[in-house]
């Protein structure tokens, strides 16, 4: 069986029924279609969203505690959100970098 080689591990590109796809066609869109972009991690999209959460709400209690955090014997709700509002928000800028490292990570990749 005449197989051909590709790369330094002989693997090759084939088609549906068996046959080696040549090279050249290989990173090529057929005509009249868009180029396809890969589907988003659903995991990124959502530590996008926490980390907006996280921010808006940190900051939210932090504008709006004072007024409603009174001086009482236990802790209350309210006074628990404005006490950790500097966290969410430090956490929140926290995740917003990292994310920023791994899309440029995977930018990276993709380019070469």
Request: aromatic fraction near 10%; charged fraction near 15%; charge should be neutral.
């Amino acid at each position: 069986m005449d197989q051909q080689q590709s790369g330094a591990l002989g693997f090759r590109e084939v088609d549906r029924d068996g046959n080696p796809v040549p090279p050249e066609v290989e990173g090529e869109e057929p005509a009249g279609r868009l180029k396809s972009w890969p589907a988003p991690n659903p995991f990124i999209i959502a530590l996008w969203l926490i980390a907006a959460g996280l921010i808006a709400g940190g900051l939210a209690a932090l504008i709006g505690g004072p007024m409603s955090v009174g001086m009482a014997d236990r802790a209350t709700v309210p006074y628990l959100v404005f006490a950790f509002a500097p966290q969410g928000v430090t956490g929140g800028i926290g995740i917003i970098l990292a994310l920023l490292f791994w899309h440029a990570w995977q930018w990276q990749r993709r380019r070469c």
